[in-house]
């Protein structure tokens, strides 16, 4: 079906034929196997050129930080999931996949958005003043300001202060960096709660800063988080502990519907 | 609900508090994030411990080797589902990791258990003789030899000994690249063509040799195959092809069900 | 972790013992099982109550004219992914339930909420300056108006003017129909094209004029789809075109890449 | 690329032009909508005919049977989903749909299969004899004889009686159904243990006996999982549990990888 007016009938990432497979214009085995790491071709396929060794280390710096945080609820849903249907990894690794959204791990696009908007308002002001404008905006349409507070690293984030140390170490620290910290000062003011940084403004922030695309950020959790099911799920297969997460979790939820007189709920 | 008899009840893959966070035993602002890349990450988390430089070179290798490859069904329903439902970056790279099933991509874990078995059956005969057995049990019970043959790349797929290749100058071929050259050497005969090593059995191949875990080897392609997602997802946004597609694959395809008399379908 | 400020420990929806299964306070082995059909059963899961008489023909007229529409991308996405992992089905499934999203299928509710907002405006006025006012609003923001226009169906869908049909003849023909009509007649002059209602919005008209909830309205198209995407994986079995599809699909793309020079791509 | 040997190019389940959509052969306006309801329209897209009111009740006490059973592993994932990433209800659906597998939901298909072997091996025979056989390979192969046994129903799981009864009454009960019976006979001496029939065999019994076929089973427990996957997402938007569940599961783990001396886990 015909939908919508797409007129593209292109695409730029990768062409073959039986002797040769180019990425992004490159020789994939004369050019890349072996003489790049992983790290170098996601950079390569996202944004078309290899990296320079500081953006290298701002990539895997991120992709480190985020990659595990314990039983988060992508993880619980995945090895849920292997449990009930372990035919399927890809299936259980896409479960664990399907929660990184705009309030969990998704936050770092939103997040990327706000400093993005921080540091375009700066122009003939400060960042600090752009950011108070942007937090303003964001209370005013009762939004959360993305990447600020945690549920666990309340007074800070300790992986937030070390991707700026990194990124200052390969000389890419720049705006957005220092607009992600100029929400941070605004913040306890307007809000009047201290709101730490957290991991999902420190991504954005070092990326933004050393060039990878703003449209792409999302893709970093993702990617990162996919790592870690993979790592769950060989655990769940010889130490599976998807079906007590369950049970568990069933165990913390009462029924408060209707009922026949006289019925018990059994143990679930 | 008690579903099985899970007696486990702890994970060996992190922890943390307020102020640290621990991946594998590892403190991860402290002594992963900033001195190690992305891939000894992913080898740490799935096997507990950190890789040697060959053993790193060749989990790179293989990651750049699966990770892009064109627009493969996967790509595709990928790019078709996020023009559909653009809201979701990660429904769309979910939907694209559910093809990595056991025809494509996945194929990397059936070939790796068939070298292992292969291997396991050499003790006592040689790798030829071991070849032969296994080859001639999955002709018998109907099931196709993973990791051979491939639509395009028809008389070699140049990743294969380039894979060996790099693993070879670390030091680290071994028994599973001997099973996959003795698998090729005799498929011909007890088959009746010439079917090449494909990047599939190459995968298992060297990562078996160089000590990555067999029940993981499926998370490589889907890991590979998610960042490649990313890039085709960030190409989509700005040059969207997803419903041009859709269509031309609709175009190949005659409805030959039951009509009322003078019925003409519409252009889809 | 915790996360957010969740005080609920409870669902109304279901319990059991050994002997007895609740949903929604009824027995199901006693009162449901037997004497409710399919369609009366979603609507108790949804709503807690069963629907009349009225409510169930609306309610299986939306899920009958959504079901199916050929080789949409939500069912090209499915048969490839079956093609590609035959293993999980479930896979297939969720792989085209990925693609009910804003744009294609899950429109339902954005249009949902478009008519309960022209509905609400309306009070002290008429619908037509309400759905007025609401059009003009979406121009200003720059964002369509859903439920108007379809690739295929331009004069008008023919599944629209059946579905008020049948509301109207089971005497649940109400306000939210009457607003869908109202855009209809304001849009062609705000606009400057005519742009028919489709079924995306025929289907929030006469459910919630009918009293389906407006939250769940997305899950109308999503379980009609899932039946469909379950006879097409049934036929992708027996009548596989997964890779057909795909490879007209590939066909239909060019690279337009950087190339060595000489480099001829290969037929995909 | 050309994977595989696909040589058709053509489906039989639906066409369109402007005017007019036919589905399995039948104007979807002129002839279904309005006239027919949704167990119905299942039916037809699955086997291109319509059922007999025998064949719609079966179906739909099936449907009725597994669409609900509480806080199951699916839809705990489903919830955690949505409450990661509420701006997609079709991604929290997929998750919960990828968790109908071998084990759980999913074992429909594989108890089919069982029946049907069971039902094949009895011709010069006994059904009796038959289902000794197969449930003796079953045991032989160290195979789990699917849809015997439940972790809450122990004694019987009164659901299968009940849809025993229904076919019965519409004059549907058959060979299926007596071979579950049978193999429910033989399982105690066979295994030692009484393992009573549950719904994973109950409804392919009656499904079979119907005439539903058997590569379509998985797709039943699919699409009633879906129905109730909707009523708790709509319930998890006015009353989130999902980080609840995500946190109370959490806690029943403990971490025992290797830690610095003094470390002290907090309270996720």
Known sequence: MKIGKQTHRSS?????????????????????????????????LVTGTLPSAGQRAVLDATLVAIAEHGLVPSVQASRMTLAAAPEALQGAVAAGILGCGSVILGAAESAGRLLAEVVAGSAGSTLEASA?????????????????????????????????????????????????????????????????????VGIPAVLLDAGYPLLALKGVPILARTASLVAHLLEEQSRPIGFTLSHAAASAISYDGEAPEGFVPGDH
């Open 132 to 200: 108070e404008r942007v937090v303003r905006q964001h209370r005013d349409a009762k939004k959360p300001v993305p990447g600020y507070g945690h549920p666990l690293h309340k007074g800070h984030d300790p992986r937030v202060e070390r991707l700026f140390e990194i990124a200052a170490g390969v000389g890419l620290a720049g705006q957005h960096i220092a607009a992600a910290q100029a929400v941070a000062r605004v913040l306890p003011e307007l809000t009047g709660k201290p709101l730490a940084m957290n991991v999902s």
């Open 12 to 44: 730029a990432i990768s062409s073959s034929n039986p002797e040769t497979i180019l990425v992004r214009g490159r020789d994939l085995c004369g050019e890349l196997l072996g003489h790049i790491g992983f790290t170098d071709h996601v950079w390569l």
